[in-house]
């Protein structure tokens, strides 16, 4: 059954950046395909918000930063444990920038994350301490928004966190599941699926909006 959507429903588009697309220092596969498909669902919704990551020289999560260190160890953080990644989004660089196919003019909000150096933030909604808020769960209670669908980049991380914290802090959250694309790493697909499934998070197809 297609799926009605309202007032007090907002679409959160997560990194969809040039640096996670193919060609960028962190390329998903095929992550430009979902441009279109993303664009055709911001058309649906009134309210429509961006993250952005957004990461000052030699933070913590680039491998770079270490001795040592290569691209997708994981590392014992303050916070606990840390993916190391290649460099990436790095604050006013191209790699940043929203891929030049995202086309949502009405766009309310962009948030940044993960610009402070000594931690990554996955989620949306707070850092990967699981203690410093965003901004966005204040945001969306000032704005009456209570259920958020979302899409973007990484399903197996970013999205994966950004549902669980939502979920978690009170918002009905859905992931449009083909409106995403994973890194894929070791089981991370499979983890973010039993983890989604067991907080109740449920994975829809954009065809249950687009159909109608």
Same mark, same amino acid.
């Given at each position: 059954?297609?799926i009605?959507? &309202?007032?007090?429903?907002?679409l959160?588009?997560i990194?969809?950046q040039n640096?996670?697309c193919?060609g960028g220092a962190?390329?998903i596969?095929e992550?430009?395909a979902?441009?279109?498909?993303i ?7 009134? =309210? ?10 030699? =933070?913590? +999560?680039?491998a ?9 160890e ?5 916070y606990?444990?840390?993916t190391?990644?290649?460099? =990436? ?9 929203f ?14 994350? &993960?610009?402070?150096? *000594?931690? *990554? %933030? ?6 990967n *301490?699981?203690?410093?808020?965003? &901004?966005l +769960? &204040?945001y ?8 958020l669908f ?10 994966? =966190?950004s549902?669980l *914290?939502g %979920? ?18 070791l ?6 699926n ?5 907080s109740?998070v449920?994975?829809i197809? +954009? +065809?249950?909006f687009?159909?109608?």
């Open positions: 059954m297609p009605l959507h &309202g007032p007090n429903d907002a959160l588009v990194d969809l640096d996670f193919p962190l390329a596969p992550a430009d979902i441009v279109p498909l664009n055709s669902l911001g058309e649906r919704f009134d =309210h429509v918000l961006l993250t952005q990551d957004w990461h000052p020289p030699h =933070h913590i +999560s680039f770079a930063t270490h001795v040592d260190k290569q691209a997708f994981v590392i014992q953080a303050p606990g444990p840390q190391l990644w290649p460099e =990436h989004c790095l604050q006013h660089s191209t790699g940043a920038a891929h030049t196919g995202l086309e949502i003019p009405h766009t309310e909000l962009i948030l940044r994350k &993960g610009f402070r150096r *000594d931690i *990554d %933030s996955y989620s949306a909604f707070q850092e *301490d699981q203690i410093t808020p965003t &901004g +769960s &204040g969306l209670r000032e704005r009456k928004l209570t259920r979302l899409c973007g980049l990484a399903y197996d991380f970013c999205v994966r =966190h549902a *914290d %979920s978690r802090l009170g918002f009905e959250i859905i992931v449009i599941e083909d409106a995403t694309r994973s890194v894929n790493l089981n991370s697909v499979v983890e973010t039993a983890a989604l499934a067991a109740g449920p994975c197809q +954009s +065809s249950e687009l159909s109608l």
